[in-house]
């Protein structure tokens, strides 16, 4: 399954790095929401989109809107990845059952057992409205999130 503009969002509860349940349909009338699927933590593609997410956190993270990176890594995994980068951000684990939120969004990559580079912008009303998917080593365009954001009004 994939997940395209216009669907209503998939919910999905997932841990974040440390250790609090974060529900997609929590935000629903209160935050837009840019979901960010990555491969792996403390991989450098990986730290430098997330890097520019913080560098960046007033656009990410404000009273409308929120940013969750999901990948399959361990909660542990991700407390101690934000810890030494300072992401304040929900880094949530789709560890188990393993890259199920991944498979429904259609970014999970089977043979190579993670996510692959997804990013999903669902509206306070919970639908889709911007996506964009790339290869495993290709970097995202943070300036094209920002620019959807913009045209919802979110910025």
Request: glycine letters at 8%; a negative charge.
């Amino acid at each position: 399954m994939s997940v395209v503009i216009g669907e209503q969002a998939p919910d999905f509860e997932l841990t974040d790095q440390t250790r609090q349940p974060v529900r997609l349909s929590d935000y629903q009338g209160k935050k837009n929401v840019v979901i960010v699927f990555y491969p792996m933590s403390f991989t450098g593609v990986c730290e430098g989109e997330l890097c520019s997410i913080r560098d960046s956190i007033e656009t990410f993270r404000n009273d409308e809107v929120e940013t969750l990176a999901i990948s399959v890594d361990s909660v542990p995994t991700h407390a101690k990845w934000a810890h030494e980068q300072g992401f304040e951000f929900p880094l949530l684990s789709d560890f188990w059952p393993h890259g199920e939120v991944s498979r429904t969004y259609g970014v999970f990559e089977e043979q190579l057992g993670i996510a692959t580079r997804g990013t999903f912008i669902v509206d306070k009303s919970g639908k889709v409205v911007y996506t964009d998917r790339n290869p495993v080593p290709e970097a995202r365009d943070q300036d094209a999130w920002k620019k959807a954001l913009a045209d919802i009004g979110a910025l």
